[in-house]
């Protein structure tokens, strides 16, 4: 595919709309369906779009195998310090009405948090596992040295 200079010049224009409506999805979960996980799956699609077109090595270049592997850390420490937010404020876990002095602001901003460690932990657990299957076989140097 590395030679197909409309699937290039496609993934070159699509790539960054596909990733802009991830953002969407994330962004929009309050008012309809979508959210973190959702978001997530899409902006994950993106990067492996434009490693499939461009080659391993620039989908490794674009999300580098270990910024995926702290996504997936940090969005399940993410979703977890929210929960204990929720505890240290006085409520219960992932009680989101003690994040503010106005509940529905505080369960407007838990709510905010943890789809947003879902769409780290989503995109990271999708990239790592594409970056694991499509680097078997390979040789290191065909996975960027990594």
Same mark, same amino acid.
């Given at each position: 595919?590395?030679?197909?200079?409309?699937?290039?010049?496609?993934?070159?224009?699509? $790539?960054? =709309?596909?990733?802009? =409506?991830?953002?969407? @999805?994330?962004?929009?979960?309050?008012?309809?369906?979508?959210?973190?996980?959702?978001?997530?799956?899409?902006?994950?699609?993106?990067?492996?779009?434009?490693?499939?077109?461009?080659?391993?090595?620039?989908?490794?270049?674009?999300?580098? *195998?270990?910024?995926? *592997?702290?996504?997936?850390?940090?969005?399940?420490?993410? !979703?977890?310090?929210? /929960?204990?937010?929720?505890?240290?404020?006085?409520?219960?876990?992932?009680? !989101? =009405?003690?994040?503010?002095?106005?509940?529905?602001?505080?369960?407007?901003?838990?709510?905010?948090?943890? *789809? @947003?460690?879902?769409?780290? $932990?989503?995109?990271?657990?999708?990239?790592?596992?594409? !970056?694991?299957?499509?680097?078997?076989? /390979? $040789?290191?140097? *065909?996975?960027?040295?990594?």
């Amino acid at each position: 595919m590395k030679d197909d200079i409309i699937l290039r010049v496609v993934a070159k224009l699509l $790539t960054p =709309f596909m990733l802009l =409506f991830a953002l969407y @999805v994330q962004f929009h979960a309050d008012f309809g369906p979508g959210g973190g996980f959702q978001a997530g799956v899409i902006a994950a699609a993106a990067v492996v779009f434009y490693a499939l077109v461009f080659g391993l090595r620039a989908g490794l270049r674009l999300v580098p *195998e270990a910024v995926a *592997e702290r996504m997936l850390a940090a969005g399940a420490l993410l !979703y977890a310090g929210v /929960g204990l937010a929720g505890i240290a404020l006085g409520g219960n876990y992932l009680d !989101y =009405f003690v994040l503010d002095a106005d509940a529905v602001h505080g369960q407007h901003r838990g709510i905010f948090w943890v *789809e @947003v460690g879902v769409l780290f $932990t989503v995109s990271g657990v999708m990239l790592k596992l594409f !970056y694991m299957f499509a680097g078997r076989g /390979g $040789t290191r140097d *065909e996975r960027g040295g990594e």
